[in-house]
């Protein structure tokens, strides 16, 4: 079955960075799409961007331009996502979610999710 | 960005209830809608995709209807599990956005 394994939960300093990991099972990853979420305790969940696994394309909320940045592995069928000049309004739980797919056409939602990263910025 | 309002934002409903939350998106999005249903301390859950199609092992309780801007998810007998915080969710435009969540308590 399809899983979506995140990494632990990260404290880290304000201006630092951060690489959050989202190991995927059950499917082909080599040909998927993976977005990733933040979500701060208590509020509403935000789409910060996806990526093709087949050849790294990726696209972004603007607002998170320069902010996040999306990668794969996909010789270990791992997504990850980069968080730089970390600061408290980072600080939010990350969920990476798999773009759906019925086995021909791609829609723009999401069916399975990660379990999710707390990230905490603090000094 | 397309906005997505939610109501009511906390609802506190009785076992067997019939409940609706409501979700106004600030322009047409041709019922690409979906509705996730998410419990403290977990991932998001589908329920409801494109407005009224029912996700696989979602009970039947749980419907959507909706066209052009204004949409609803209705649970038709409110169980003791379905507590939790329900957001909407619009896939028609970049950047994807959801709603400001509703959370439903049951009394």
């Known amino acids: 079955q399809v899983k979506l394994q995140q990494s632990g939960a990260e404290l880290v300093k304000p201006g630092a960075s951060v690489k959050l990991s989202c190991k995927t099972s059950?499917?082909?990853?080599?040909?998927?799409?993976m977005s990733w979420f933040k979500q701060i305790p208590g509020q509403s969940i935000e789409w910060i961007g996806m990526?093709?696994?087949?050849?790294?394309?990726?696209g972004y909320n603007q607002k998170f331009k320069g902010k996040a940045t999306l990668t794969v592995d996909t010789s270990s069928s791992t997504a990850y996502m980069d968080l730089s000049s970390l600061t408290t309004e980072d600080s939010a739980v990350y969920f990476c979610?798999?773009?759906?797919?019925?086995?021909?056409?791609?829609?723009?939602?999401?069916?399975?999710w990660g379990q999710g990263t707390l990230v905490t910025v603090s000094s | 960005d397309i906005q997505m309002t939610q109501s009511p934002s906390l609802l506190s409903a009785s076992v067997g209830d019939r409940v609706t939350i409501n979700c106004k998106a600030s322009?047409?999005?041709?019922?690409?809608l979906n509705w996730y249903q998410q419990k403290l301390g977990e991932a998001p859950k589908l329920l409801i995709y494109?407005?009224?199609n029912l996700q696989t092992g979602i009970p039947s309780r749980f419907s959507g209807s909706g066209s052009g801007t204004d949409y609803t998810l209705t649970i038709s007998s409110l169980q003791p599990e379905d507590f939790g915080t329900y957001f909407c969710?619009?896939?028609?435009?970049?950047?994807?956005?959801f709603g400001s969540g509703t959370k439903l308590e049951i009394k």
């Open positions: 979610a798999r773009r759906y797919y019925d086995g021909t056409y791609y829609s723009n939602w999401f069916a399975y």
């Open positions: 059950g499917y082909t990853f080599s040909t998927s799409y």
């Open positions: 990526i093709y696994a087949g050849d790294g394309g990726t």
């Open positions: 322009q047409n999005i041709n019922k690409y």
């Open positions: 494109n407005t009224n």
């Open positions: 969710f619009q896939h028609n435009s970049w950047p994807l956005t």
